[in-house]
């Protein structure tokens, strides 16, 4: 009998076309492209082979049960695999496809464009016009102003396809140094992407550990997975090491930055200002949240990969990791057992 697959969303055409495409397969596809029923999900998955879910859909112990032994393959349609339960996957031999390098560049435009909102104030700038109060704001030489990107130091805490990818783009901004903390602090990164650490025109370096890299960056991108061992690693201690003109840029994963710890830190005047695609509790955010009372916080609704030629990218290399994922074939991306 045809192996069964299941794909928590429509897709977008060229990647639905592809999906429909495998005739040896028995498709069951959540009708929309909003979030499937969590209970669809579980009675859907029993005898599947495959599974394509987002970010949004839990990969647990529970769905991995309700599939039952049969499961062989999950493909993320996302660079973040915090929502799998990687432990369980591997005990269970299944394979996980992802898409992260089709959406490095989407995720470094928007690093860049969150860098600069925070430095000009953007956001506070714009809610000034929106409420209608430029009137009684005439032009003045101080008005929203605030550091500016050439001679700084960027300190990425995180350095893979997306923080090198940023950090290309702003070297011709003329920032001074890069500073980067991967998992072994003090060493090299592994991967060198865009060539940025043998002829980088500045000097790029690991650094020590995470007090250097908050006390010398003017810029922090958050850009590291959400593992037990990031959790929080940007706190209240590294926030009071912070310079007070620096601002964080968060596009990786909401708990990565302690929350409380970030709207004391904008109170108190320890960093000048944050730019986050992400946010803890995330997409629950009320519009009385603490943060958003703080002008110098931009925040986005977890857009960073959102430009159209992405998305299809990422729709379409999903359903390859699927679809190679139960021939026994190489995955366009697959995550390290
Ligand atoms: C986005 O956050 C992703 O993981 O794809
Ligand atoms: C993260 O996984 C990245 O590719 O930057």
């Known amino acids: 009998s045809p192996r069964k697959v299941v794909v928590t969303r429509q897709l977008i055409e060229p990647a639905q076309k592809l999906l429909e495409a495998a005739s040896d397969l028995e498709l069951i596809q959540w009708p929309t492209d909003q979030p499937c029923d969590r209970s669809w999900l579980l009675e859907q998955a029993k005898g599947a082979s495959g599974i394509l879910l987002m970010l949004s859909d839990k990969c647990d112990k529970e769905l991995m049960d309700a599939a039952g032994d049969t499961l062989k393959v999950i493909a993320s349609f996302s660079v973040g695999t915090d929502h799998v339960d990687r432990e369980a996957i591997r005990e269970r031999k299944i394979r996980l496809g992802y898409t992260p390098s089709a959406l490095t560049d989407a995720v ?181 949240h603490p943060l958003l009372k703080q002008p110098r916080c931009v925040l986005l609704p977890h857009v960073g990969s959102a430009n159209i030629e992405t998305r299809e990218q990422m729709a379409v290399e999903s359903v390859k990791n699927l679809l190679a994922g139960l021939k026994g074939e190489a995955m366009v991306n697959e995550v390290e057992p």
Request: a negative charge; proline letters at 7%.
């Open 108 to 288: 470094a435009d928007l690093t860049v464009m969150l860098i600069l909102m925070a430095q000009r104030r953007a956001g506070e700038a714009m809610g000034k016009v929106l409420t209608g109060q430029w009137p009684q704001m005439p032009w003045s030489p101080l008005l929203m102003t605030g550091p500016q990107i050439r001679g700084t130091t960027v300190g990425f805490l995180g350095f893979g396809r997306i923080a090198q990818a940023t950090l290309q783009r702003l070297i011709p901004f003329g920032i001074s140094k890069a500073l980067y903390l991967t998992s072994k602090p003090g060493q090299p990164a592994k991967e060198d992407h865009y060539g940025l650490l043998k002829e980088g025109s500045i000097p790029v370096s690991p650094a020590s550990d995470w007090k250097q890299l908050a006390a010398e960056s003017d810029v922090v991108v958050v850009g590291c997975a959400l593992t037990p061992s990031t959790r929080h690693i940007v706190n209240s201690e590294f926030f009071h090491q912070m310079k007070k003109l620096a601002v964080l840029v968060n596009i990786a994963r909401g708990p990565v930055v302690d929350t409380d710890a970030l709207v004391s830190a904008l109170e108190t005047g320890d960093i000048f200002g944050a730019g986050l695609d992400v946010i803890e509790n995330e997409p629950n955010i009320q519009a009385d």
